[in-house]
Nanobody
Framework: QAQPVESGGGLVQAGGSLRLSCTASRLSQALVGWFRQAPGKELEFVSAVSWPDGDTESAYSVKGRFFITRDDAANTVYLQMNNLKPEDTAVYYC?????????????????WGQGTQVTVSS
């Protein structure tokens, strides 16, 4: 798996929205997950989408607010984040895995992006 590249992070007020993008060659044939890490905290699973079925899984803290989708023709996975809260502030990482099963475990992912900062002000 090529290293994913994230984009779309930034500063937004609470209640706002951002869409993160993750792109890599052959991403269309990979399990893709989003993780985040806030200062002083451990890496946390956010959401994942499987291949080829497109099944999704999201953390309880973001369900109903964050939505993961994939555009296989563009080798891109998106994370639409709505109703953002200050506690969503973190560096968000995209990761890819050669697996057909959804996973929330960082250890199951083999390729990681550099991360994109999301800051939500109150």
């Amino acid at each position: 798996q090529a290293q994913p590249v994230e984009s779309g992070g930034g500063l937004v007020q609470a209640g706002g929205s951002l869409r993160l993008s993750c792109t890599a060659s052959r991403l269309s044939q990979a399990l893709v997950g989003w993780f985040r890490q806030a200062p002083g905290k451990e890496l946390e699973f956010v959401s994942a989408v499987s291949w080829p079925d497109g099944d999704t899984e999201s953390a309880y803290s973001v369900k109903g607010r964050f939505f993961i989708t994939r555009d296989d023709a563009a080798n891109t996975v998106y994370l639409q984040m709505n109703n953002l809260k200050p506690e969503d502030t973190a560096v968000y990482y995209c990761a890819a895995a050669n697996s057909l099963e959804l996973s929330v475990r960082p250890a199951d992912y083999v390729s990681w992006g550099q991360g994109t900062q999301v800051t939500v002000s109150s």
